[in-house]
């Protein structure tokens, strides 16, 4: 029996994660939100080690994961931290999410056009978001300067040229 499709139902099950996360968020629901971008965080691990395993990775796999991953680690995160804490900051709460998007977009395009190596060029966006996230938890102790500020940081080193180890062997 063929398991092709296993890694990509993963990558699917991310995309979900992420997407409910969103909801979860609009609804003031931010624990879940939290919770869901850790489910789409190991969703997505499962998926890329499942691929590896079962030899199976395919370049469709590659385009949708880019996709369940600008959802689960760019979109969501942001939402998370803008809506939960940076509401109060005008216009540019705004920016620096939308910043936060299209830096983790970029750095996924970037990625899927680049020959494979042992590690990254820039932080991946899983990490970036995942990051983002867990200041969901530490909110209440950070003013929202320091969340901007770590927001934009993490915006530009998914763009960098800075090496950053992968942990997939």
Not at 53 to 58: M, P
Not at 70 to 88: C, E, H, N, Q, T
Not at 132 to 152: D, N, Q, T
Request: aromatic residues 14%; charged residues 10%; hydrophobic residues 60%.
């Amino acid at each position: 029996m063929k398991w092709n499709w296993l890694p990509s139902l993963c990558t699917i099950a991310n995309l979900g994660a992420g997407v409910l996360s969103l909801y979860f968020t609009i609804h003031e629901q931010y624990m879940t939100a939290f919770i869901l971008v850790v489910v789409a965080a190991l969703w997505d691990v499962l998926d890329g080690l499942l691929a590896r395993l079962l030899h199976c990775s395919s370049d469709f796999g590659k385009q949708l994961d880019s996709l369940a991953d600008v959802v689960s680690f760019g979109v969501a995160p942001a939402f998370l931290i803008l809506l939960y804490k940076l509401g109060d900051t005008h216009w540019i709460g705004p920016i620096v999410a939308v910043l936060f998007v299209i830096c983790g977009a970029v750095r996924l395009a970037r990625f899927n056009l680049m020959a494979f190596s042992k590690g990254f060029v820039g932080m991946p966006i899983t990490a970036a978001g995942v990051i983002l996230s867990f200041m969901f938890l530490w909110s209440e102790h950070l003013k929202p300067g320091l969340l901007l500020a770590l927001m934009v940081v993490l915006s530009f080193l998914m763009v960098s040229r800075i090496p950053f180890p992968s942990f997939k062997k």
